[in-house]
């Protein structure tokens, strides 16, 4: 089983990967900095909901858009964080 | 009343021609080529890499045109139309996208793509670039219309809210791609060329 | 000197009827087309409701009489419209060289695209089905089906469209370039577009609910239809029958985000203006609006903001339709410009259904049943994704 910190770096992998995030290298995203809004990646609404399907996709995970979703996507780290506690073994 | 055209941007053959002149050239697959071009024109938006070919073909004819022609300085946003035309439609990203539904028991519609599932997000994207909030419009056409093209130019221009028409053709089909994008303007600010079916199509098929 | 430009005839098939008096039955007694999937064959069937039109494409090629084999369900339901407009209309010439058709279509022949091609790659079956997939196929069968030889178009913007189709359709008869026009557009079901709106969220699972502060999302729908146009001159000529002037209208882009509308409504308020100054009236002279409402929180909102900049504390009775038809995505503009004219015509205003609670940060309500009154101009609005923002305005004759 891979630790948090191996996850997290898995993630962002994953996140420049299917959000087109080009210009943006692995080693750039800090693990608990926002990635939404100003100072954070910059991510849009249409970001979050691929993101969903990211987790689905990869981590058999289904997240309903709903009040929790803003703190789940907070940052990589709690991102991270709600899949090492919900992923299926 | 006489328009003029008087910047054009043609993208094909892995060529960038701005005004007859090559600005860029390089041999490789769509992608590479307009991400190289987005890098040798120091464009600086994160988004484009978010964009499908489509968009992202329109976006870099319309980012040069814009440094060219200085429009948004001589201009409002709000006075400044965008007509777009192709023969594609969205079918290159449609395929894309068919691809993420196809397999029933795997099946991840991607809201991304979809997004880009319509011809006309092209304007879209040009238009939040630039806050351009003028009159915009796409056809589907069988092929280059310019006769289209000129009459929905000079209508927009013959009204008293747009001064300038920001009009042509994008076309994306896997790695065939075309596009022909110019400013239709009321006054002449350069040795331009008149607005005209003709001038329209010599442009087109000469480059 | 620009001519006027005046509607003489109208078709429409949507999930409330076959045609125009159809739909204005069901408009009339409230009976809306919003129901459980039973045709598109999707796995989302017992999840999403839609307006669906209850008719295989076997059966609306009987309608229009002709062989199902040949056409998309996009184009024969284009056909079964167009030609309802041209009946009514009482069009003689259409191969005359100042007829045009001006049609519109987002889905266009993927509703038998996505079926038909897995078996393509797989080498299963022929490739005779990607001829129809573009979005000038549905136009060129419906011109075709019609005999209109000239000046045939395609618009694609979206959910603003056909909306768009009616203006250049307008616009070119103005110009003199036409003396007749048939715009409008024409949009399916499909896996390709329920599965996308669903990726992204907007879809609610039960009836929408436009203009409720509980909305949550908007129901697919399909359905044609379209206008036929033409020049004062060329009404006079032929002594023919008006049944509204096409009195202004608008469009302007948003300029925020690809499929969201900005928080100020920038798109939506700049086409109305437009599309006022167009008609030479004042917003108070507006009757009626038939809104784009689709019921997803986004829309209803920023559309709600655009409407109290543009009419102040007066805003007049408004209404979405789509709480009857789904939304018909490239149709929706066409669709409920034939609802506006009805409405106009039968001095009635058109309830919002499903409606408890306005949106809090508006406290605007709309028309909640059938309200009777004289109506002189009917405003109706389709913003499309892209930031495409349309409005027309019907004036009574």
């Not at chain 1, 689905?56 to 709690?78: A, D, H, P």
């Not at chain 3, 839609?50 to 998309?72: M, P, V």
């Not at chain 3, 209208?249 to 006022?276: K, R, V």
């Not at chain 3, 503009?333 to 004219?341: L, P, R």
């Amino acid at each position: 089983m891979e630790t948090l910190q191996q996850l997290e770096e898995k993630l962002k992998i994953q996140l420049i990967q299917q959000l087109n995030l080009a210009e943006i290298k692995p080693e750039n995203i800090v693990s608990d900095a926002p990635l939404f809004g100003d100072g954070g990646l910059g991510l849009d609404s249409i970001d979050a909901l691929e993101i969903i399907v990211l987790i689905e996709k990869n981590y058999g995970l289904k997240i309903v858009n709903s009040e929790k979703v803003k703190e789940i996507f907070y940052s990589v780290r709690t991102l991270a964080d709600h899949i090492y506690q919900n992923q299926k073994p | 009343m006489k328009n003029f055209i008087s910047r054009y941007c043609i993208v094909r053959d892995s060529k960038i021609n701005l005004n007859g002149k090559i600005i860029f050239e390089q041999e490789t697959d769509l992608n590479s080529f307009l991400i190289n071009a987005y890098r040798k024109f120091n464009i600086n938006y994160a988004k484009f890499f978010k964009m499908d070919l489509l968009c992202k073909l329109a976006f870099i004819g319309s980012e040069i045109l814009v440094k060219e022609t200085g429009m948004l300085s001589k201009y409002k946003g709000n006075e400044i139309a965008l007509v777009l035309s192709n023969r594609a439609s969205s079918l290159d990203t449609d395929r894309n996208y068919l691809k993420t539904i196809e397999n029933k028991e795997n099946y991840f519609p991607s809201p991304s793509v979809f997004v880009y599932t319509l011809p006309n997000i092209m304007i879209g994207e040009i238009s939040i670039r630039n806050k351009i909030t003028g009159e915009n419009a796409f056809f589907v056409s069988e092929k280059f219309d310019p006769e289209l093209l000129f009459n929905y130019a000079n209508s927009l221009l013959a009204s008293d809210k747009t001064n300038c028409v920001l009009t042509g053709w994008t076309d994306v089909d896997k790695e065939n791609y075309d596009a022909f994008i110019y400013l239709v303007e009321k006054t002449n600010p350069y040795p331009g060329t008149e607005h005209d079916k003709n001038q329209i199509s010599a442009l087109y098929y000469k480059g | 000197m620009p001519q006027k430009v005046f509607v003489t005839g109208m078709g429409i098939i949507s999930a409330i009827g076959n045609n125009t008096s159809q739909n204005l039955k069901s408009l009339l007694e409230t009976v809306p087309g919003i129901s459980d999937i039973e045709i598109l064959e999707t796995v989302h069937k017992k999840k999403f409701k839609a307006g669906e039109i209850k008719y295989s494409n076997r059966q609306l090629a009987e309608l229009a009489n002709c062989n199902a084999e040949n056409f998309t369900r996009t184009a024969l339901l284009g056909m079964i419209a167009a030609k309802e407009a041209a009946n009514h209309a009482k069009i003689k010439d259409f191969s005359d060289d100042k007829m045009g058709f001006i049609s519109s279509t987002t889905v266009a022949g993927m509703c038998l695209t996505e079926l038909k091609y897995p078996d393509f790659l797989h080498s299963k079956i022929n490739g005779s089905f990607i001829e129809l997939n573009d979005c000038g196929d549905s136009t060129e069968c419906i011109a075709d089906f019609l005999g209109i030889k000239n000046n045939i178009t395609t618009i694609s913007t979206a959910c603003s469209s056909s909306a768009n189709a009616i203006m250049h359709a307008s616009r070119l008869i103005r110009m003199g370039k036409l003396n007749r026009a048939i715009a409008g557009g024409t949009d399916v079901l499909s896996k390709f577009t329920l599965n996308g709106f669903h990726s992204l969220q907007i879809l609610d699972e039960n009836w929408c609910r436009p203009f409720d502060e509980n909305r949550k999302g908007l129901n697919l729908g399909e359905g044609a239809a379209y206008l036929v146009l033409e020049s004062e001159e060329e009404i006079n000529k032929n002594v023919k029958k008006v049944i509204c002037e096409i009195k202004g209208c608008g469009n302007a882009n948003d300029a925020y985000h690809q499929t969201a509308s900005s928080p100020e409504g920038t798109g939506a308020f700049l086409a109305m203006q437009a599309a006022i100054q167009t008609a030479g009236i004042k917003p108070e002279e507006i009757n009626y609006i038939n809104a784009h409402g689709t019921g997803t929180s986004n829309n209803d909102l920023t559309e709600g903001v655009a409407l109290k900049k543009i009419f102040g504390k007066n805003i007049p009775a408004f209404s979405s339709t789509k709480s009857y038809t789904g939304h018909t995505l490239a149709a929706a503009g066409a669709v409920e410009a034939v609802f506006s004219i009805l409405a106009l015509n039968n001095g009635m205003v058109i309830p919002n259904l499903n409606f408890s609670d306005p949106v809090s940060e508006l406290g605007i309500v709309p028309e909640k049943k059938i309200t009777r009154q004289d109506l002189k101009y009917v405003l109706s609005n389709s913003f499309g994704f892209g930031g495409n923002c349309s409005s027309l305005i019907f004036g009574k004759v």
